[in-house]
């Protein structure tokens, strides 16, 4: 069989593409790419069909041996990628032969970061998407020992793209918001706070949820929250005056206010920030 064997597993790598569509009302959140702008990019210099299957890798990565002949890209954060122990280069056609070894290192800059193959990474498609999401696929990570079927490529002519990246996507901590349904329940001083404060990502960070450290945001009055629809991108804000950013495998609803809404680049953006790392919103 043609396939990727995984060897390492990294960090947190998952199978992504556009997501789980149409099934929100069932309660089946969306997945899918959480930096859909380097995973397109990924998928385009291929000449992939957009949503196309790929790996999404998380800071840390991991091992691949390729047993067919392919192309793959890399697009995304700065993980050290090195095929068979030598460096290889981000953003461009990398031409993979049978018994190569895909490996990663050091993170150097960004989160997350995009393997594409020529083709696309077959998986199980259920509910329409191939995206690892717990109690959905059989998978949620990669696994040592796991075997990704892939299609063997040989023909590298009209692969030769090389893309250029917008640096700003990476080094910015800008996030474009728009005023979410429940902005007006907050005083005017601490409306704008929201755009006056910088925001640190919290440890508690994952494909559901970035929560964001920083100085308390306050409720203009007191109010009964009903349960509403959520999307990724929502920023929730808690009875404790914290934020939280609802990410790609977010619920469907929650009973926090909405004061804020990303904007599908600020998700983008925020995919890619760690730990530590400042944010400021920035309304659109």
């Not at 909405?258 to 599908?264: N, S």
């Amino acid at each position: 069989m043609n396939a990727v064997k995984v060897l390492s597993p990294g960090l947190f790598s998952t199978v992504q593409d556009g997501g789980r569509k149409g099934f929100r009302k069932f309660g089946v959140p969306l997945s899918g790419v959480m930096d859909g702008y380097s995973a397109d990019l990924a998928n385009m210099v291929l000449n992939n069909t957009e949503g196309t299957p790929l790996l999404e890798i998380t800071q840390q990565g991991p091992t691949l041996q390729f047993t067919c002949s392919t192309a793959i890209s890399i697009v995304g954060a700065d993980i050290s990628a090195k095929l068979n122990d030598q460096s290889v280069n981000r953003n461009k056609v990398i031409e993979v032969k049978k018994g190569d070894q895909l490996s990663f290192g050091k993170l150097i800059s960004g989160s997350r970061c995009y393997v594409a193959v020529k083709g696309g990474v077959e998986t199980e498609k259920v509910l329409g998407s191939y995206s690892y999401y717990p109690g959905i696929s059989d998978n949620n990570i990669l696994k040592s020992g796991m075997v990704l079927k892939i299609q063997e490529y040989t023909n590298s002519v009209g692969l030769n793209a090389t893309i250029k990246i917008d640096a700003t996507h990476f080094s910015s901590s800008l996030i474009n918001v728009q005023k979410g349904p429940e902005y007006e329940w907050l005083s005017n001083q601490h409306q704008a706070l929201l755009f006056v404060n910088d925001f640190v990502v919290d440890p508690k960070n994952n494909r559901m949820g970035y929560q964001l450290n920083g100085n308390p945001i306050e409720k203009g009055k007191e109010f009964n929250m009903l349960t509403a629809v959520t999307i990724p991108g929502t920023v929730q804000l808690t009875s404790a005056g914290k934020l939280i950013v609802l990410m790609r495998d977010c619920q469907t609803t929650g009973g926090y206010p909405r004061v804020l809404q990303l904007t599908e680049n600020g998700i983008n953006r925020l995919a890619q920030k760690k730990t530590n790392d400042s944010i400021k919103f920035q309304l659109t």
